[in-house]
């Protein structure tokens, strides 16, 4: 089987994690924290997921002309994604997530998109590729754009949740939400013809067509630190299990077992898990 290629088209964040005892309540300061920077966005971290995994993997986004840019880039570059449509804007900065990470690996994410929010389908340019994977972390007109032009499976991760076009739910082979997620978008889910995952946290994820379940999985058992890039590791997993005609169930079980595995590591990039890692994981539980 020839190695597949992808192409993602989102966001590249700066990510700064801030690890507590506890998540603060609304008007609550939480105060013995320690502080980290990871390189971070959903784009970015969906295209390192997808390469460490195995695929020949491009990146579509847009950064600031800042010293923040080369940091949020580095574990790409090092891991091989091609960021030759990676563009620098000029009067815009580099985009920044502040996360705050409990000490039962739950978070708060609050994210300034900076050149992010710049990405115009103007900037777009669509390659011929196996996949596309997009996310909601540049404006829907972009996201509309890319749904337009993707070539081969189109996958988009409704994640932040926002009102969606119909045209890119016509559009997608592949949906993915989380159970928030899902909640938001409610019956428009059921008018894409293609699947729809739904990941479900610790209890794994499910598989729709026409809003009719046909595949469930559950993670492997492992000790959660820090669930941040987990549902990214979920999203490049799961478009790469079906490039390589996985049945369903075997397809979503790789999805949630790279899902788990970025759950037990701080950071979202420096957690996503290397092929073998996944199939190690996959052996032991079987």
């Known amino acids: 089987m020839s190695t597949p290629r992808i192409l993602v088209v989102g966001s590249v964040n700066l990510d700064f994690v801030a690890t507590a005892a506890k ?8 105060t013995g924290a320690t502080l980290a920077r990871h390189p971070g966005g959903k784009g970015a971290n969906q295209a390192l997921a997808a390469r460490r995994l195995g695929a020949e993997v491009a990146l579509a986004a847009r950064v600031g002309r800042d010293a923040m840019a080369d940091e949020a880039l580095a574990l790409l570059r090092a891991g091989g994604v091609d960021l ?11 985009g920044v997530a502040l996360i705050a990470v409990a000490a039962d690996g ?3 994410i609050v994210v300034a998109p900076g050149a992010n929010a710049a990405f115009s389908r103007a900037h777009l340019a669509v390659s011929a590729n196996d996949a596309v994977i997009c996310q909601l972390e540049i404006p829907m007109d972009t996201v ?22 119909d045209a890119i739910f016509a559009r997608a082979d592949l949906v993915v939400v989380n159970e928030g997620e899902a909640m938001f978008q409610g019956a428009a889910l059921n008018r894409t013809p293609g ?9 794994g994820a499910a598989l729709y067509r026409g809003g009719v379940e046909i595949a469930r999985a559950s993670p492997p058992s492992v000790k959660v630190v820090d669930t941040t890039g987990a549902g990214d590791a979920f999203v490049g997993a799961l478009v790469m299990a079906l490039l390589e005609k996985q049945p369903p169930e075997q397809a979503l079980r790789f999805a949630c077992a790279a899902g788990a ?3 037990t590591k701080p950071g979202a990039q420096p957690s996503l898990p290397l092929r073998d890692a996944v199939d190690r994981l996959l052996a032991g539980a079987a």
């Open 144 to 165: 509309l754009a890319v749904a337009e032009r993707a070539a081969g499976l189109f996958c988009i991760n409704l994640a932040p949740s926002a009102s969606t076009p």
């Open 106 to 108: 739950e978070n708060q």
């Open 261 to 263: 595995l970025a759950a």
């Open 23 to 30: 998540l603060p309540a609304p008007g609550e300061t939480v």
């Open 84 to 94: 030759s449509a990676c563009a620098v804007d000029d009067a815009a900065a580099t």
């Open 195 to 203: 699947l729809v995952a739904v990941t479900e946290g610790a209890r």
